[in-house]
């Protein structure tokens, strides 16, 4: 039987020195058919003579560069249609993949085309300890509106596309989000609620999500990370997209609630903040 082709999408800025693991972890991996897009959003170091060194000993290897750069989340959306297989793995530049991470995602879904999202466990790697997040030990699978529940209360389940194989029809990021300025500007400038709407909305369009317990993926969270030198803005970014996104799915079955909860935590958090608690 044919392999079902995935495109790995690999957007990157001035990661020379980070961006070889990124890619060679997608080379190797036990699931062959593969396209590895990799969109140079206009690096100033030596990142995209990193990236056609590899694409002459990998003819899967889409080798893309900006002429300016478009913000982290525009270098996705161009990436994002470029990519001609079946389903799509995200994979940022300071992250890495174990071998057999594909061939586990795809494996539940390749038969069941109402599984439009699969997840694994992650291994989250700071300069001084290794920390595990978003695994489900006793459970592999939850209904569309089980996962966007535990989403949006802020659960396991995870806010980055890294971990996960989405279908390609389902996988979008888009700019501009809803009519929140402040949720568009840190979007623009840190890609900080993109990401995470990305796996709500292809959720949304899934009657299930397929989970791997496994620790297949790892993430970087080095000096160069977004998420570790920008936290209150991509903290404020997923407040504000969770927000935006509860209003757009609170008719939907199983979804009864939600926005009056994510409510009551705002509230909360800004008497905290008054009362210096």
């Not at 390609?168 to 609620?193: K, Y």
């Not at 709500?200 to 000096?223: D, W």
Request: aromatic content about 8%; some cysteine.
């Amino acid at each position: 039987m044919m392999q079902r082709k995935v495109s790995v999408l690999i957007p990157v800025y001035n990661r020379e020195a980070l961006v070889a693991r990124s890619i060679e972890s997608a080379r190797r991996q036990t699931h062959a058919n593969l396209e590895i897009v990799v969109t140079d959003n206009a690096s100033t170091d030596g990142t995209w003579e990193v990236i056609n060194r590899l694409a002459t000993a990998d003819s899967r290897i889409r080798p893309l560069r900006n002429e300016t750069n478009l913000g982290p989340t525009r270098n996705w959306i161009r990436g994002l249609a470029e990519c001609t297989g079946d389903f799509v793995k995200i994979l940022w530049s300071d992250d890495w993949l174990d071998p057999s991470c594909i061939e586990e995602l795809l494996r539940p879904m390749a038969d069941q085309p109402d599984v439009g999202l699969a997840f694994t466990a992650v291994v989250v790697h700071f300069a001084h300890c290794d920390l595990p997040f978003h695994q489900f030990p006793e459970r592999t699978m939850f209904t569309s509106a089980e996962y966007l529940r535990e989403s949006l209360l802020g659960g396991q389940a995870p806010v980055s596309p890294a971990c996960s194989l989405v279908r390609r029809e389902l996988a979008h990021f888009r700019l501009p989000i809803g009519d929140d300025p402040e949720l568009n500007r840190i979007a623009e400038r840190f890609g900080a609620g993109p990401d995470l709407l990305f796996l709500m909305e292809a959720a949304a369009g899934s009657s299930r999500v397929v989970h791997v317990p496994k620790f297949l993926t790892h993430l970087g969270a080095g000096q160069s990370s977004i998420t570790m030198n920008h936290p209150r803005e991509v903290h404020e970014g997923y407040r504000r997209v969770r927000e935006y996104f509860a209003g757009q799915v609170a008719d939907r079955p199983g979804m009864a609630g939600i926005k009056a909860r994510l409510n009551v935590r705002r509230w909360r958090r800004t008497i905290k903040r008054v009362l210096h608690l």
